[in-house]
């Protein structure tokens, strides 16, 4: 395929996804092993959030991306305490806070940051030991940890859901997800506004949608298969 023709695709992949987003839900093109071409093409084509899940390579990429002034970025991976600081300085947001540890870890970081990292912690409202994150439970038991994260603009939850569920099964896990965000805000009498629920990819956001996604994070929908 010519450039041409892939700059026709991604547009048309991502008018068509855009149309059934909700005015309340963005769109975060996932670009893990996606070309600078492509992304540009995504960016021409109205994208305007990009997500990554590695660190060096969203360093890699902003380097040559720098003239994107109005680009967002969105780390999305498992991060490892090693690279919070890389995280903190590249990402306005930082979708996969997984454990308290790496919470503090990010406050600490951000202490002389100009602005606060929005920051969603990882729940698994199913269990899945392929997965990282807080189980419902274990997440309300630390919750009051998070209102001395000062330095943290604690926006909402991440889920990813495990493989083989129905769509009946992927819709109720995905609802449970925001009964528990608003479960959270309300003990902590909303000091902490969880309003924002990243969930959602290629083979499921529009169920994610359904449920209330206001992130919906997506990659094989629009640049193919890497």
């Given at each position: 395929?010519?450039?041409?023709?892939?700059?026709?695709?991604?547009?048309?992949?991502?008018a068509?996804?855009?149309?059934?987003?909700?005015?309340?839900?963005?769109?975060?093109?996932?670009?893990?092993?996606?070309?600078?071409?492509?992304?540009?093409?995504?960016?021409?084509?109205?994208?305007?959030?990009?997500?990554?899940?590695?660190?060096?390579?969203?360093?890699?990429?902003?380097?040559?991306?720098?003239?994107?002034?109005?680009?967002?970025?969105?780390?999305?991976?498992?991060?490892?305490?090693?690279?919070?600081?890389?995280?903190v300085?590249?990402?306005?947001?930082?979708?996969?806070?997984?454990?308290?540890?790496?919470?503090?870890?990010?406050?600490?970081?951000?202490?002389?940051?100009?602005?606060?990292?929005?920051?969603?912690?990882?729940?698994?409202?199913?269990?899945?030991?392929?997965?990282?994150?807080?189980?419902?439970?274990?997440?309300?038991?630390?919750?009051?940890?998070?209102?001395?994260?000062?330095?943290?603009?604690?926006?909402?939850?991440?889920?990813?859901?495990?493989?083989?569920?129905?769509?009946?099964?992927?819709?109720?896990?995905?609802?449970?997800?925001?009964?528990?965000?608003?479960?959270?805000?309300?003990?902590?009498?909303?000091?902490?506004?969880?309003?924002?629920?990243?969930?959602?990819?290629?083979?499921?956001?529009?169920?994610?949608?359904?449920?209330?996604?206001?992130?919906?994070?997506?990659?094989?929908l629009?640049?193919?298969?890497?």
């Amino acid at each position: 395929m010519t450039d041409s023709g892939r700059a026709v695709t991604i547009a048309n992949r991502i008018a068509a996804i855009s149309q059934q987003l909700p005015p309340q839900t963005r769109l975060v093109a996932v670009t893990k092993k996606v070309s600078i071409a492509s992304m540009r093409q995504a960016y021409q084509a109205g994208i305007r959030n990009f997500g990554e899940s590695r660190i060096q390579e969203l360093e890699e990429k902003q380097a040559e991306l720098e003239d994107l002034r109005d680009v967002t970025w969105h780390f999305i991976g498992h991060l490892q305490r090693n690279k919070a600081k890389q995280a903190v300085e590249l990402c306005e947001w930082i979708h996969s806070v997984d454990s308290l540890a790496l919470a503090h870890r990010l406050n600490r970081l951000a202490a002389d940051r100009p602005q606060r990292p929005k920051i969603c912690l990882q729940v698994k409202i199913l269990d899945d030991p392929s997965k990282y994150g807080w189980s419902a439970t274990g997440l309300k038991a630390e919750l009051s940890e998070f209102l001395q994260c000062k330095n943290l603009d604690i926006q909402g939850l991440m889920t990813i859901l495990p493989l083989g569920l129905s769509e009946a099964q992927q819709l109720a896990a995905f609802e449970q997800t925001r009964i528990l965000s608003e479960q959270l805000t309300q003990q902590t009498d909303k000091v902490l506004n969880l309003k924002e629920l990243s969930m959602g990819m290629s083979g499921d956001y529009q169920l994610a949608i359904q449920a209330g996604a206001t992130l919906v994070r997506v990659g094989r929908l629009i640049f193919g298969e890497r």
